[in-house]
């Protein structure tokens, strides 16, 4: 029971991998499994296709990852101004930046 879950799951996570733009005329690459081949020739064309779309999907979602993964941590501004290629020192000192203490408001008797 434990394999047919984890099968379920390794098919669930393969189908939402992202697929790479299909490129109009090219047929996915079968492989000759001899015999089988021969004697279930349309579950081995299936089984090829599928086996082909499965790895082309792992392929492509690893190098989205590494591609992301490759990243410069930073974004670079596409167009450095004056104002992005400076570095701007603050005039606050950090006194400033402390507020001032207010103490709990006292309600009056009435």
Known sequence: MRILRTFLVLTGVVYLLPSPPEVAGVAP???DFASFCQRQYVLCETAAY????IEIKVKYSLKLLLGTAEASPEPTDPMPT???TRRRQSTLRLEDL???WRGPVRRQKS
């Open 82 to 84: 004056g104002s992005t």
């Open 50 to 53: 599928v086996g082909t779309k």
């Open 98 to 100: 402390i507020p001032e």
């Open 29 to 31: 690459p079968a492989s």
